[in-house]
């Protein structure tokens, strides 16, 4: 059944290459026909040739080999070319429909599934993929050498090739239980390739932690546990794939020691030529290189099916936010943002991170959000892009429910700044541009200037043209801010998202990043998620979160008049000041 799905899945995929496919199998046909050809020339060089005398055949033959090997060999190249340029383009087309996939998936997704697992998909399911492409077609083509070579025998002699043949069927049933072996090893062995790039990914980006702290060996032996894992797996699933050969080369032995003792008989009592012997013996030893290879296939086959099925489970993930698009275009200037008993949990059977919010955001206000960590102040602010869904009550932009609105639509009148810049590896001009309107250079020049960037930027080697980012010129903290201060100014939008550095810069770099924000904010209703105390002081509403719910609003002047725990934060905040 699962198969079954998963073939029709693939089958998508190879639909387009259909004539190519007649063409292979045409081939396909072709070839395995000379292997017939060429066992059958033994017989007449046998019998006429070498018993018979027959000088004039003797003559002939040898350019009927050289003929039969031409075509095989060319066959072989064609077809083989055939089937390497259809499996590329079919991983290319699943290599794509992947990344167009996974880019779209909503954030939860993303906090689901580690990047290395993702990544695997990606490359090793696909790759595994790839053999296993080539494998099938040249599978067919084995299955129709073998067809035709036991039809010849059949036809040299019916009686002899049955019960040489009798000791096969035997081993069908122990055939399949291998296969189930080793599609459950391999699909286990990938997964927890997967658990192996992800230890990667996240030790290789942890690494200053891991230094720090020096737990080098604590993540080696990690490391080396999943990778014994992995190893441990891919032995099961080797063992089972490597025994199927000898298996089937040691059945074949059964037949042949059959046939030399039984043939003999036939030969010495007169009942049948050495020529057909010989043609006979040769079919059934020609037989076994695509048998062995067919059984070889298997193992290649049951582990592209486990990779397939766990590239078919991503390709057929819900996408929860896209799939219940709104139709409305967004245009959030001048209007309010309007949180209306808004509950929201991560996890269905979760508890509620947050508990009835309500708020209303005038247009162009600046909303600061304070609260003890794990408040819930990002999740809150999330919301507001749609990276999640309110579990419960309604986020409005200008009366209307955000699901209303298109997605795309919605996120393009929403600007935002992390704590954690993030840059592209691209010249500093492409990643301020990075939205998809066009932009002039002088525009590009103008946000920079207003983002306080434009000064260090004239001042890097090739100016806006140095390529920034991990293979490029390295930027200070507060620089890499400003870069994505004048990245959201550029993009203009009404709304802003401002998650503030815990850390602060050092307070000349500060200074800086905060005129480059204050130029960015003016404006525009502002979502900030607050550790700056001038931010908290100068907002024109501070929401104080406590345990997922408000714990109390207003101005700074009234919350520290008469909120206990806004005073407690406000302090803390104070005192961290001081210390830095
Ligand atoms: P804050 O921004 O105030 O520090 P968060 O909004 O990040 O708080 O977190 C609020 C709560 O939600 C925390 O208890 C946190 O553990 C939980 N949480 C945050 N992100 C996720 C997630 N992706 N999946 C499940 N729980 C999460």
Same mark, same amino acid.
Request: glycine letters at 6%; hydrophobic letters at 45%; charged letters at 20%.
């Given at each position: 059944m699962r198969e079954a799905f998963i073939y029709k899945k693939l089958w998508q995929y190879f639909k387009p290459y259909k004539w190519l496919i007649v063409l292979a199998l045409v081939m396909s046909v072709i070839s395995s026909g000379t292997d017939i050809g060429l066992v059958s020339v033994i017989k007449p060089l046998m019998? #006429?040739?070498? $018993?018979?005398? %027959?000088k004039n055949l003797l003559k002939i033959i040898p350019f009927i080999l050289v003929g039969l090997y031409f075509l095989k060999s060319a066959l072989r190249f064609a077809l083989n070319y055939t089937l390497r340029y259809m499996a590329q383009k079919v991983i290319q087309c699943l290599r794509d429909r992947l990344y167009n996939k996974i880019i779209y998936l909503p954030l939860r997704f993303f906090s689901d599934n580690s990047t290395g697992i993702l990544m695997s998909r990606i490359t090793n399911d696909v790759n595994m993929m790839q053999s296993a492409i080539t494998t099938v077609v040249s599978v067919v083509r084995d299955i129709l050498s073998v067809l035709g070579l036991i039809g010849y025998v059949f036809y040299i002699n019916p009686k002899m090739a049955a019960m040489s043949l009798?000791? !096969? &069927? $035997?081993f069908i049933h122990p055939l399949i239980i291998i296969s189930r072996r080793i599609r459950k090893y391999s699909k286990k062995g990938q997964e927890q390739m997967g658990w192996l790039t992800s230890a990667l990914q996240e030790t290789f980006s942890g690494i200053r932690v891991v230094k720090a702290f020096v737990q080098e060996k604590k993540e080696i032996d990690r490391f080396g546990k999943v990778n014994n894992q992995v190893v441990r797996s891919m032995l099961k699933a080797g063992m089972a794939s490597e025994v199927t050969s000898p298996m089937m080369e040691f059945v074949g032995s059964i037949g042949l020691s059959f046939i030399v003792f039984y043939g003999g008989f036939q030969v010495i009592n007169g009942q049948s030529t050495t020529g057909a012997f010989f043609s006979f013996l040769a079919a059934l030893v020609m037989v076994y290189e695509p048998i062995k290879r067919l059984s070889n296939a298997n193992g290649v086959i049951q582990q592209a099916l486990a990779a397939s099925e766990r590239v078919f489970e991503i390709l057929d993930v819900g996408n929860e936010i896209l799939d219940h698009d709104g139709t409305l275009d967004c245009d959030a200037r001048n209007k309010n943002v309007e949180f209306r008993r808004v509950t929201f949990r991560y996890? *269905? *059977?979760? =508890? %509620?991170?947050? #508990?009835?919010i309500n708020l209303t955001v005038l247009p162009g206000a600046t909303v600061a959000f304070v609260g003890h960590? +794990?408040?819930g102040k990002s999740t809150a602010i999330n919301l507001v892009s749609r990276f999640y869904d309110v579990t419960d009550g309604e986020l409005l932009v200008g009366g209307v429910n $955000?699901?209303? !609105? *298109?997605v795309h639509s919605l996120r393009k009148n929403i600007g935002y700044v992390s704590q954690e810049p993030f840059l592209f590896n691209d010249t500093v001009y492409n990643n301020i541009a990075y939205s998809d309107e066009y932009h002039t250079e002088e525009e590009i020049m103008t946000v920079c200037k207003a983002a306080y960037a434009h000064e260090f930027i004239t001042r890097? &080697? =090739? +100016? !806006?043209?140095t390529v920034i980012g991990e293979r490029g010129v390295r930027l200070s903290g507060g620089q890499k801010q400003r870069l994505t201060i004048a990245r959201a100014l550029l993009k203009n939008p009404p709304i802003l998202i401002l998650d503030e550095?815990?850390?602060?810069? %050092?307070s000349e770099s500060e200074r800086e990043v905060q005129k480059a924000l204050d130029n960015l904010m003016m404006g525009r209703t502002s979502f900030v998620i607050a550790h700056r105390l001038t931010t908290i002081i100068n907002a024109d509403l501070i929401v104080v979160m406590e345990n997922g719910e408000i714990n109390a609003t207003g101005k700074h002047e009234t919350l520290i008049a008469g909120n206990e725990t806004y005073n407690k934060l406000y302090s803390m905040q104070a005192e961290q000041r001081q210390t830095i």
């Amino acid at each position: 059944m699962r198969e079954a799905f998963i073939y029709k899945k693939l089958w998508q995929y190879f639909k387009p290459y259909k004539w190519l496919i007649v063409l292979a199998l045409v081939m396909s046909v072709i070839s395995s026909g000379t292997d017939i050809g060429l066992v059958s020339v033994i017989k007449p060089l046998m019998d #006429k040739v070498f $018993i018979g005398q %027959d000088k004039n055949l003797l003559k002939i033959i040898p350019f009927i080999l050289v003929g039969l090997y031409f075509l095989k060999s060319a066959l072989r190249f064609a077809l083989n070319y055939t089937l390497r340029y259809m499996a590329q383009k079919v991983i290319q087309c699943l290599r794509d429909r992947l990344y167009n996939k996974i880019i779209y998936l909503p954030l939860r997704f993303f906090s689901d599934n580690s990047t290395g697992i993702l990544m695997s998909r990606i490359t090793n399911d696909v790759n595994m993929m790839q053999s296993a492409i080539t494998t099938v077609v040249s599978v067919v083509r084995d299955i129709l050498s073998v067809l035709g070579l036991i039809g010849y025998v059949f036809y040299i002699n019916p009686k002899m090739a049955a019960m040489s043949l009798l000791v !096969y &069927p $035997i081993f069908i049933h122990p055939l399949i239980i291998i296969s189930r072996r080793i599609r459950k090893y391999s699909k286990k062995g990938q997964e927890q390739m997967g658990w192996l790039t992800s230890a990667l990914q996240e030790t290789f980006s942890g690494i200053r932690v891991v230094k720090a702290f020096v737990q080098e060996k604590k993540e080696i032996d990690r490391f080396g546990k999943v990778n014994n894992q992995v190893v441990r797996s891919m032995l099961k699933a080797g063992m089972a794939s490597e025994v199927t050969s000898p298996m089937m080369e040691f059945v074949g032995s059964i037949g042949l020691s059959f046939i030399v003792f039984y043939g003999g008989f036939q030969v010495i009592n007169g009942q049948s030529t050495t020529g057909a012997f010989f043609s006979f013996l040769a079919a059934l030893v020609m037989v076994y290189e695509p048998i062995k290879r067919l059984s070889n296939a298997n193992g290649v086959i049951q582990q592209a099916l486990a990779a397939s099925e766990r590239v078919f489970e991503i390709l057929d993930v819900g996408n929860e936010i896209l799939d219940h698009d709104g139709t409305l275009d967004c245009d959030a200037r001048n209007k309010n943002v309007e949180f209306r008993r808004v509950t929201f949990r991560y996890d *269905k *059977k979760g =508890e %509620d991170i947050l #508990k009835n919010i309500n708020l209303t955001v005038l247009p162009g206000a600046t909303v600061a959000f304070v609260g003890h960590s +794990g408040a819930g102040k990002s999740t809150a602010i999330n919301l507001v892009s749609r990276f999640y869904d309110v579990t419960d009550g309604e986020l409005l932009v200008g009366g209307v429910n $955000i699901k209303q !609105y *298109k997605v795309h639509s919605l996120r393009k009148n929403i600007g935002y700044v992390s704590q954690e810049p993030f840059l592209f590896n691209d010249t500093v001009y492409n990643n301020i541009a990075y939205s998809d309107e066009y932009h002039t250079e002088e525009e590009i020049m103008t946000v920079c200037k207003a983002a306080y960037a434009h000064e260090f930027i004239t001042r890097l &080697p =090739e +100016g !806006y043209q140095t390529v920034i980012g991990e293979r490029g010129v390295r930027l200070s903290g507060g620089q890499k801010q400003r870069l994505t201060i004048a990245r959201a100014l550029l993009k203009n939008p009404p709304i802003l998202i401002l998650d503030e550095a815990t850390s602060s810069l %050092d307070s000349e770099s500060e200074r800086e990043v905060q005129k480059a924000l204050d130029n960015l904010m003016m404006g525009r209703t502002s979502f900030v998620i607050a550790h700056r105390l001038t931010t908290i002081i100068n907002a024109d509403l501070i929401v104080v979160m406590e345990n997922g719910e408000i714990n109390a609003t207003g101005k700074h002047e009234t919350l520290i008049a008469g909120n206990e725990t806004y005073n407690k934060l406000y302090s803390m905040q104070a005192e961290q000041r001081q210390t830095i």
